[in-house]
């Protein structure tokens, strides 16, 4: 069965300093592996996503993520966080073929001055 | 392009009142999914329609029914509320299966 554990519920980092939010995942065939931030009382926007091609993601505003099958991580970074960064992530997961999409519990990003 | 609209944005209801969430998408996408947001649960599949004509029930489907009425729209319906239903609904389109979803604003339900 498919499952998605994000590692930290909440994160804190100073503006500037860099971003690390984990995602580990488990699937049995291919999956399809995404992230995606909500700001408050805002529907969810995507930021990148992993479709079996390079294994190096790029997102909008500077975001990146890494699939790293041998690990089943695909860890979303940032070089230097932003203010407007502060939001709430979340690591999603879909099987190949499938309408399903599951969901992490979500890590909240605060971003002290 | 609005892509992904829902209505409406708040919602209060007493326990046993019906209502339907409407959505709606101008992106001409095949698969549209109702999904329900818990404070640390992530977001929770209710129903889904592969394509027009179609609809299967996801995760928690107890105490919702959808419509796909056409291509571009896709209700969900609470026939009888209840306060476990008290929630933030949220409605997402995709091209097709395993591909990109692209979210609603959200529909903020209370039952008292």
């Known amino acids: 069965a498919q499952s998605v554990t994000q590692l930290d519920s909440h994160v804190s980092v100073s503006e500037g300093t860099p971003v690390l939010l984990r995602c580990n995942y488990s699937?049995?065939?291919?999956?399809?592996l995404f992230w995606y931030v909500q700001h408050p009382n805002k529907g969810l926007q995507l930021l990148l996503k992993?479709?079996?091609?390079?294994?190096l993601v790029k997102g909008i505003n500077g975001f990146e993520a890494e699939f790293k099958k041998s690990e089943t991580s695909f860890h979303l970074t940032k070089p230097s966080a932003h203010m407007s960064d502060a939001a709430e992530y979340f690591c999603v997961v879909s099987e190949a073929g499938t309408y399903k999409y599951i969901f992490g519990t979500g890590t909240r990003l605060k971003v002290l001055a | 392009n609005a892509g992904v609209t829902q209505t409406p944005k708040f919602q209060v209801l007493k326990t046993g009142q019906s209502m339907t969430l409407q959505c709606a998408q101008d992106m001409n996408h095949n698969s549209m999914y109702w999904y329900r947001q818990d404070p640390g649960m992530g977001l929770r599949l209710i129903y889904y329609s592969a394509s027009e004509g179609t609809t299967d029930k996801g995760e928690v489907p107890n105490g919702y029914n959808v419509s796909r009425l056409n291509k571009r729209e896709f209700s969900l319906r609470l026939e009888s509320a209840a306060p476990s239903q008290t929630s933030v609904y949220f409605c997402a389109s995709s091209p097709t299966r395993g591909d990109t979803q692209y979210f609603g604003p959200g529909t903020r339900l209370t039952v008292l």
């Open positions: 992993y479709t079996s091609a390079a294994t």
């Open positions: 699937s049995s065939y291919s999956p399809s």
